[in-house]
């Protein structure tokens, strides 16, 4: 009898441990929360790239062809296109993932655009990077011309016909004449970037010399007027400053010349240090009946300064041939009487200084 109680209650307990083990899952196969039907297993080696196509006013845009392109430099180029619906979307999956793909807008008009969300604006657009899933929010818009024109003047308002004026930095460099007016005209995208209108420097000298026009949203015009020669940015060194100056060792002129003053920067050489003067003049001009020579007055700091200077261009660059005297030192030299006339030509070149354009 006390055998069979033992018996009992060693046969319960074991199937109480039979019951509890029954139910706990022994493999991931086994969890009761996986409904392998209604929750399929995500395939991580595929992409998908979808987007939304919409217009300036923030309303879908149906219609839009949509191009996928997945790039093969061995095999080729594969191809999958779709067009958007009454709510603009489109959608490709199950890409294979660390491809290289880019999507591309296609349309009949050629100035035609997708923008996306950092406001770039191009047909075309990279998916990058290729190992996670994309969306694309686009606006369809279509680029705008604009007129960038221009006209050239001399000092005395009059227009200046045949200078070559050059548009470089987006086509390959476009040069433009200026008609009898003085005019040019060009008609640009608004999205062909920055570049510089030059007006032709080897036959006038013009202010300003160029200009930058930035991305455009509007018609520019831009006008530019020819001056003087002289104003511009010299300088001499070594033999070309003249003789009178290295005198006084002075071997280098650096002179930025502009339509009312003069910034002469004079550098000396003191044994090892080099000590820096810069004086600031007001400039008179005055046009001789012997060109190219000129003759000009230097006022400024207490001094008066006359002379006669002449620009002209030999070689590939501008020079300045520069003979301008204090009047309290010396008789200036005179435009009739020609270079190395200061002190009547008793000194002959010993105040001519030779400049070269910057």
Not at 39 to 67: F, M, Q, T, Y
């Amino acid at each position: 009898m006390r055998y069979t109680k033992y018996f009992l209650i060693l046969l319960l307990s074991a199937a109480f441990i039979i019951g509890c083990s029954k139910d706990e899952p022994t493999s991931p196969n086994d969890d009761p929360f996986d409904d392998p039907i209604n929750d399929p297993p995500i395939d991580a080696s595929v992409i998908k790239v979808e987007g939304l196509v919409k217009n300036a006013d923030g309303s879908a845009k149906s219609g839009v062809r949509i191009r996928l392109t997945k790039e093969d430099p061995f095999d080729g180029d594969s191809t999958a296109q779709q067009t958007t619906g009454s709510d603009g979307t489109f959608s490709f999956t199950s890409l294979p993932k660390n491809e290289s793909y880019y999507i591309e807008l296609i349309d009949t008009n050629p100035d035609a655009y997708l923008k996306d969300e950092s406001n770039y604006r191009s047909k075309k657009h990279d998916v990058f990077p290729a190992f996670e899933d994309h969306y694309f929010n686009f606006t369809y818009g279509i680029f705008q011309y604009f007129t960038v024109s221009g006209t050239l003047k001399d000092d005395e308002g009059l227009p200046l016909e045949n200078i070559k004026v050059v548009i470089d930095d987006v086509y390959p460099a476009d040069t433009l004449l200026s008609n009898g007016d003085g005019y040019f005209e060009k008609t640009v995208r608004e999205d062909e970037g920055t570049f510089y209108i030059k007006p032709d420097i080897s036959v006038h000298n013009f202010y300003p010399r160029n200009v930058s026009t930035g991305y455009l949203e509007s018609d520019e015009e831009y006008e530019f007027i020819k001056y003087n020669d002289l104003v511009n940015e010299w300088t001499a060194t070594s033999v070309g400053v003249s003789r009178r100056m290295r005198d006084s060792s002075i071997y280098s002129i650096a002179m930025n010349i502009s339509t009312d003053y003069l910034l002469s920067r004079r550098e000396y050489n003191v044994v090892s240090d080099l000590v820096n003067q810069y004086d600031n003049y007001n400039v008179s001009i005055t046009p001789s009946t012997i060109p190219p020579i000129q003759s000009i007055e230097i006022t400024g700091e207490g001094n008066t300064y006359k002379g006669i200077f002449a620009v002209t261009k030999p070689s590939s660059r501008w020079e300045l041939l520069w003979e301008v005297v204090n009047i309290e030192e010396a008789t200036p030299p005179t435009a009739e009487d020609g270079f190395g006339s200061t002190n009547g030509g008793a000194d002959s070149t010993y105040y001519i200084s030779n400049f070269m354009m910057k």
